[in-house]
Structures are given as C-alpha cells and as structure tokens.
C-alpha cells in the first residue's frame, strides 16, 4: 500500500500553455557591452604594460650601445 501511495504521488508535470509564448531570457544589448568592456579593461592595461616594458628594454638598449657596450 506505502508503495502504491508513493508511486500515485508521482506525476507528469503540467505542459505549458502553448497559447503563451516564453518570456525572453536575454539580456539587453546595454548589459552585453558592459559586460565586454568589463573583461576588456585589463586586457587594454595588459598591453599598455607589455608596450611600456618594450619602450624601457629599448631605451636601455640604447643607453648601452651609446656607453660602447
């Protein structure tokens, strides 16, 4: 009877109503573009950084073949 009673409790779940379309889950353009510019950011000063690192090696590399090295 217990088993009965668990198996009855199961069921198919309701079909949605097909007259009804599903809300929309996307975000809006807005939210993409401030998304994109938040994981750009540090990408940007990562190069920024890698360019300045380069203009400091050239500059010393300079400094040294101007000293006769």
């Known amino acids: 009877m217990l088993a009965a009673l668990s198996l009855g409790a199961c069921s198919k779940p309701e079909?949605?109503?097909?007259?009804?379309?599903?809300?929309?889950?996307?975000?809006?353009a807005s939210d993409a573009t401030g998304m994109r510019d938040?994981?750009?950011a540090p990408i940007d000063e990562a190069k920024a950084a890698g360019q300045a690192v380069q203009d400091a090696a050239q500059a010393q590399d300079d400094a040294i073949e101007a000293a006769g090295g």
């Open 15 to 28: 079909a949605p109503d097909k007259e009804q379309p599903p809300e929309p889950q996307a975000t809006p």
């Open 38 to 40: 938040a994981i750009q």
